[in-house]
């Protein structure tokens, strides 16, 4: 009873599935199918080597020291970084000092409260404020930036496929529009064409333009490629600051599982296949006949043996 | 419990005996978890399954308790407070990965569970209750991963929270109400926010108390074996304790094993980049999706794209739902007597096929809804249908199987099972200790 109905249902789906099969496949058949414009101009991002890539790897402390300077002076005029605070630079090698100075001299002020009249002010930043935003709000966001809203950027590296290849791709990607590329695909107003980008057309203008826009202090020469890789290395840490540790707590807990299971799979094998000086074989004390002559001796003596 | 020559508990020193003369906890652990519960020497490596799920679930109850000391669940501050946990709490990203990536592994393990229950009929007469309760397991494991990725509010989270509370919508006349009483809204919100973090902390115990009755209903008949056929002596068995303890340990280890290596070296590769963004309901991502362990069902609601009397999105949400309700009919679907897959050549094929189904529906359902991918998604939908309604209704009764084994010890006697306790360990109770 239950299979006839469960073959009626059954039939029923599997009917309403091919007519909707079927509708598909005439429409695949019958409408030409073009590839959409994002797929032949969108670039996947480039193959870049990071020093953090790996089981094995770690941030480069320079570099991040070097994104951060990139961030400061190109990224955060317009872009936030509201879950980094200046204390966490510590982990870029800043000393005590040094992350006070970065606090406060930093080019945006921290929201405050007038302790004297209660009206809304600023203060200079200190190491325990995150950064603060360039904009107030959303609104100002986004009436400086042609109604474009530049994202924060503290957990962009995990926020967009490719991670911080994506990034570097991206800042390095402004490029000429194709002859090829349809009208409508072409950059509008104050827009730009970049195919790493996913519709091509990004809003956010080249940011880094020339060679030598920052000056690095350690001497590095601060090519565009290279101050992309330093600001998406600097953003990569943003978004993972942790990094380090969970890779260094992965090792050892993998060594530590690692040798506890070869110790529970050794355990195992004694278990069911247990070293043949402890066989006992059925004829011997375990056979049946034995162990009723055993349990019968037991009683006889007024021992307790097994029930 | 469940067999004749079960090893009975007996208390190994004073205090033991005092409490097993008032509260016989041990003696409970006893039998259902140690050596006075006998178990089918036979049984292969797809048996750890249902020990590392009840880890799986452990772990995700004690990573949940320690998050949900530090979680917010206020839409204002719920994904702040997450990258809190991430940068500020003590060991906080991992217990973040290990909760996330945790949920994963729970997914696989009793996907593996089922698909072992699938092959060897482990569902069958005597044990359709323990099928049912372990899909009901399923179920509730569904519902609370669901409320769990809203948790975080990104954009995924709430997209899928609006998708999948919209299948409701579906439902005729009172969808929409239903749908709105679900989101506590119109719209994803913060009363949605806060009933599924009430729901999401609930859900796990409930599963814990199924999983109770889950073994419970387990031990009456005792557990099935690669050969379907039921035990008949003691020679059939060896005690849990120590023979399948020692087992799940290796299997245990192997399991930490991989949780590890995806937890702290690709924490982020089964999750999907949007989470990482605010959630922001004027802004739609260009391609929801949920979680992976969603997609073959998300495959399935989506391969219903042409009204036929009812609504396309009516059928694809009964279609979804079908496909996992149709599990609790399966023992009366499929009654062949023969309950292992190794004697049923042609259901076995079947199953392969089932197995490679279940993949293309996934990686379907993972994909944007484009061509020719949707098409390829009705044509497994087709099949999955067909398999468990038509298929083997039909093969259970023109199938010609192949002779068992008279016993779990002869199948074990002529090799049939590699691994096997060695008759002087294991018949530590003689065969005619059975009356």
């Known amino acids: 009873m239950v299979r006839l109905l469960g073959i009626l249902i059954g039939l029923g789906f599997v009917l309403v599935a091919a007519w909707s099969l079927a509708w598909g496949v005439a429409a695949y058949v019958s409408e030409p199918h073009e590839e959409t414009v994002e797929h032949r101009f969108h670039q996947e991002p480039r193959d870049i080597a990071f020093s953090f890539d790996g089981p094995f790897g770690k941030y480069d402390r320079p570099q991040l020291q ?108 402004y490029r000429n529009p194709p ?40 001497g590095t020469n601060p090519t565009r490629e290279q101050m992309a890789k330093d600001v998406s290395a600097f953003l990569a840490w943003t978004a993972e600051p942790k990094l380090e540790n969970r890779k260094a707590a992965g090792l050892a807990t993998l060594a530590f599982l690692l040798f506890a299971t070869i110790l529970a799979y050794m355990a195992y094998q004694n278990i069911w296949h247990g070293g043949a000086s402890r066989r006992v074989r059925q004829t011997g004390v375990l056979d049946p006949d034995n162990m009723a002559k055993r349990d019968e001796a037991s009683r006889e003596a007024g021992i307790a043996g097994n029930p | 419990m469940s067999f004749p020559w079960a090893e009975e508990y007996r208390p190994k020193s004073g205090f033991m005996r005092w409490l097993d003369q008032r509260l016989p906890l041990p003696r409970l652990v006893y039998g259902a978890v140690g050596g006075g519960y006998p178990v089918p020497r036979n049984l292969n490596y797809f048996w750890n399954f249902g020990v590392l799920a009840g880890i799986a679930l452990t772990i995700q109850i004690v990573t949940g308790i320690i998050l949900a000391m530090h979680y917010v ?176 340990g290796f299997g245990l280890g192997v399991f930490l094993i991989l949780l590890a290596i995806v937890t702290f070296f690709a924490p982020n590769y089964l999750g999907h980049a949007d989470n990482y963004i605010p959630a922001n309901p004027l802004s739609t991502p260009s391609h929801i999706v949920p979680e992976w362990y969603f997609w073959p069902f998300y495959a399935i609601l989506r391969a219903f794209t042409v009204d036929f009397i009812l609504p396309a999105k009516l059928w694809g949400v009964l279609a979804m739902f079908g496909a996992i309700i149709l599990l609790f009919f399966l023992p009366w679907l499929d009654p062949s007597p023969v309950r292992s897959g190794n004697y049923r050549p042609r259901f076995r094929q079947f199953f392969w096929i089932l197995m490679l189904d279940i993949v293309v529906l996934g990686w379907c359902g993972g994909l944007p809804a484009e061509e020719p991918w949707v098409m390829v998604s009705q044509i497994a939908t087709i099949y999955y249908f067909a398999h468990f309604l038509i298929i083997l209704p039909i093969l259970s009764w023109t199938e010609r199987t192949e002779p068992l084994p008279n016993s779990i010890s002869e199948s074990v006697l002529h090799g049939e099972a590699a691994e096997s306790a060695p008759a002087d360990l294991a018949g530590l109770r003689p065969a005619g200790a059975a009356e």
Request: aromatic content about 12%; charged content about 15%; overall charge negative.
């Open chain 1, 179 to 218: 002859a090829d590329l349809p009208a409508d695909s072409r950059p509008g107003e104050g827009l730009h064409y970049n195919p790493w980008f996913a519709n091509l057309n990004i809003a956010m203008p080249p940011p880094l333009t020339a060679d030598g826009q920052v000056s690095y202090a350690d």
């Open chain 2, 73 to 248: 669940p206020y839409d204002q501050q719920a994904f702040q407070s997450v990258e809190h946990i991430m940068r500020d709490v003590n060991q906080g990203w991992l217990l973040r990965y290990l909760h996330a990536n945790g949920a994963s592994f729970f997914f696989i393990v009793t996907y593996i569970h089922i698909f072992r229950g699938l092959y060897y009929g482990s569902y069958k007469a005597p044990r359709e209750l323990v099928w049912m309760l372990g899909l009901v397991i399923l179920l509730l494991m569904m519902a609370t991963a669901f409320m769990g990725y809203v948790l975080p509010w990104g954009q995924m989270s709430f997209w899928a929270s609006k998708v999948i509370t919209g299948l409701f919508g579906a439902i005729p006349l009172i969808g929409e109400p239903v749908q709105n009483w679900l989101l506590g809204g119109y719209a994803p919100d913060q009363p949605t926010l806060n009933r599924f973090f009430s729901l999401h902390y609930l859900l796990p115990f409930v599963i814990a108390g199924v999983v109770i009755l889950h073994i419970w209903a387990l031990h009456i008949p005792g557990s099935s074996n690669p050969t379907g056929v039921e035990v008949k002596t003691a020679q059939d068995t060896v005690p849990f304790h120590p023979y399948y303890t020692a087992k799940d």
């Open chain 1, 66 to 173: 070097r994104g951060f300077q990139v961030f400061k002076e190109v990224c955060a005029s317009c872009h936030g970084l509201s879950f980094v605070a200046f204390r966490d630079l510590h982990d870029l090698g800043y000393g005590e000092e040094e992350v006070k100075a970065i606090a406060d001299q930093w080019q945006i002020e921290v929201p405050a409260v007038d302790s004297k009249t209660g009206e809304a002010s600023t203060r200079k930043a200190l190491p325990a404020d995150r950064f603060p935003s360039p904009y107030p709000n959303e609104v100002a966001a986004r009436a400086a930036n042609r109604n474009a809203l530049p994202p924060d950027l503290s957990l962009i590296t995990k926020a967009r496929h490719g991670g911080a290849p994506y990034i570097a791709s991206l800042l390095t990607g």
